[in-house]
């Protein structure tokens, strides 16, 4: 267990849904990071939160948001889903501090059908 | 043209052997990150560097930051470090870009 904590570990939705995907940060760390990875595209950066503010944004559709809320943890709400969604979305959970490194999440596979 | 380069994209090996793959990148960096991901799916992130180099039991990692270039070593290599091994660059501007991965197979 890395202490960061995905849910749900798998979801199967249709076109055009909304899903929420959770990301609890392992304990102490402030910042939030979301990533998409697919079979044609690799690993991807989609978002950052830290101590709750945005701080950077990567190749995040407009279809995509997120938050971090008070106690820190966060949600990435996928909404209008097109069949290239289905990936995995891993969070990352870090300090915030640059020279220290981030543990990953176990993943939440998404298949849109 | 990708901001991050890896080679070899996959890479076979005898158990023992020492490893190395190649990482390339374009960008300005603040870190280079090196991670590991299993069959299962799980990433682990091995190094974070800005500069010179870092060690963790077999695995060796090292940057050149003037060459934009950064290897990851693994000696005495194990079947369990099969896996696939991604590059990331972190910039300045606190943008993420990932190599391919190297899918790398270590055999008895």
């Known amino acids: 267990d890395s202490g960061v904590t995905q849910t749900p570990k798998h979801l199967i939705t249709a076109t055009g849904q909304r899903v929420t995907l959770r990301c609890s940060p392992r304990s102490g760390d402030l910042s939030v990071y979301w990533y998409q990875q697919s079979l044609d595209q690799g690993l991807q950066f989609l978002i950052q939160?830290?101590?709750?503010?945005?701080?950077a944004k990567g190749n995040i559709l407009e279809r995509f948001s997120a938050q971090q809320f008070p106690d820190l943890h966060s949600e990435l709400n996928l909404s209008s889903l097109e069949l290239g969604d289905s990936a995995l979305y891993f969070c990352?959970?870090?300090?915030?501090?640059?020279?220290?490194?981030?543990?990953f999440g176990s993943g939440t596979r998404l298949t849109v059908v | 043209k990708n901001e991050v380069e890896q080679s070899p994209q996959n890479l076979t090996a005898q158990e023992g052997e020492f490893i190395t793959i190649n990482c390339s990148y374009s960008v300005g960096i603040s870190a280079l990150h090196w991670l590991q991901q299993h069959p299962g799916g799980g990433i682990v992130s091995l190094f974070m560097l800005s500069s010179g180099k870092k060690k963790h039991g077999r695995l060796i990692a090292t940057i050149n930051i003037q060459e934009k270039h950064s290897s990851l070593h693994i000696t005495a290599s194990h079947p369990r470090d099969s896996a696939v091994y991604i590059c990331?660059?972190?910039?300045?501007?606190?943008?993420?870009?990932f190599g391919t991965g190297t899918s790398l197979t270590v055999i008895p």
């Open positions: 990331a660059a972190r910039t300045t501007g606190n943008q993420f870009y």
């Open positions: 990352a959970s870090g300090t915030g501090n640059r020279n220290y490194g981030y543990t």
């Open positions: 939160y830290y101590n709750g503010e945005e701080r």
